[in-house]
């Protein structure tokens, strides 16, 4: 039996379980990880640390709660898809070649830039922007940052695969691989801590320090780990549009 195959025949509680199980792990794993990660390249004298501000003193209380809901939202989220696929909205391959999977992650990867700047820009209309309030509160941000999210923008975040899905037979490890590499460079880009001092702020590698420009000057840089939509949409934002009074951030 494939994963595909065991993935639709699971119940709806056991899916609900497995999703809570695997964001919550994508969770842990990412922050402990990238904050051991910080640490050691600072020691070494590799990269530089973007803000050296001390944290608010509710601040990882506040983000750990409100990834908490979050974690609950992706996790039991997963009934969407797994509905998708109960109802025939949606099929997966039943076997697919190691270059299609290849070439499925890069195809969801482009699709989940495009899918968080559409919905990042959304949250800074006046609309929505009081639903984005609580994740701008880490001014300094920290990896435990990541999913600190109101519910609303979980949920808007949340459904990048369910498009794609419909769309395209997708293999189950190319789906499951979006919310990993999601996870892995959004850690990245709430580090706080720029890995390539030395190359562009437009450069893939300088993920960290455009959304740290974003979180000092919120009117720009909406895009997710790369530039390219920015450029396209010329919300790009750099060190000299950034005022002189929150540079630092």
Same mark, same amino acid.
């Given at each position: 039996m494939n994963a595909g195959t065991w993935f639709v025949q699971l119940n709806a509680w056991q899916v609900m379980a497995l999703g809570l199980a695997f964001f919550g792990a994508l969770y842990l794993l990412g922050g402990l990880g990238m904050t051991w990660l910080t640490r050691a390249l600072s020691r070494r004298g590799m990269g530089r640390p973007l803000d050296t501000r001390p944290l608010k003193p509710d601040q990882l209380r506040r983000e750990w709660r409100q990834s908490l809901h979050s974690v609950l939202i992706f996790g039991t989220g997963m009934i969407v898809?797994?509905?998708?696929?109960?109802?025939?909205?949606? !099929?997966?391959a039943p076997t697919a070649s190691a270059g299609r999977i290849a070439l499925e992650i890069v195809a969801l990867m482009i699709w989940n830039d495009v899918h968080f700047w559409i919905n990042h820009r959304l949250l800074h209309t006046r609309s929505l922007v009081r639903?984005?309030?609580?994740?701008?509160?880490?001014?300094?941000?920290?990896?435990?940052?990541?999913?600190s =999210?109101?519910?609303?923008?979980?949920?808007?975040?949340?459904? +990048?695969?369910?498009?794609?899905?419909?769309? !395209?037979?997708?293999? =189950?490890?190319?789906?499951?691989?979006?919310?990993?590499?999601?996870?892995?460079?959004?850690?990245?880009?709430?580090s706080n801590y720029d890995f390539f001092p030395h190359v562009s702020n437009t450069h893939a590698l300088a993920a960290s320090r455009r959304h740290h420009l974003h979180h000092a000057r919120p009117a720009g840089n909406y895009g997710f780990a790369l530039a390219f939509m920015d450029r396209i949409m010329r919300?790009?934002?750099?060190?000299?549009? +950034?005022?002189?009074?929150r540079s630092a951030r």
């Open positions: 898809p797994w509905g998708f696929l109960q109802l025939g909205w949606a !099929h997966l639903f984005h309030g609580d994740h701008h509160r880490s001014v300094v941000t920290t990896p435990w940052s990541t999913y =999210f109101h519910p609303i923008e979980a949920l808007m975040l949340g459904n +990048v695969i369910l498009l794609p899905m419909v769309v !395209h037979d997708f293999c =189950f490890w190319s789906l499951a691989a979006v919310p990993v590499l999601s996870l892995l460079l959004n850690v990245i880009g709430h919300t790009q934002v750099t060190t000299d549009t +950034v005022p002189a009074a």
